[in-house]
């Protein structure tokens, strides 16, 4: 449903652009290239923790002394 409506007040915006005969303000490859972007940045945090286990990620957060916890020892 957001999708939809999101669409018709895009279409709504254009329309009112076209009819005052103004431009839109960003250009629009450069407009959906950064949502593009910013859509590939929303799943990619999501794709990576399914990839990397918390073991490794674990191993790299910074020492408690500087606000981090330590890693448990390997067995």
Do not use: C, K, N
């Not at 923790?49 to 674990?58: E, G, S």
Request: glycine share 12%; charged share 15%; aromatic share 10%.
């Amino acid at each position: 449903m957001s999708f939809l409506i999101s669409l018709a007040v895009g279409f709504a915006f254009g329309a009112g652009y076209a009819l005052l005969g103004v431009r839109s303000p960003a250009p629009p490859l450069v407009a959906l290239a950064g949502l593009l972007g910013i859509l590939a940045g929303e799943h990619f945090i999501p794709w990576a923790r399914q990839q990397w286990p918390a073991t490794v990620v674990a191993e790299h957060r910074a020492p408690p002394e500087a606000g981090g916890d330590r890693p448990e020892p390997r067995p």
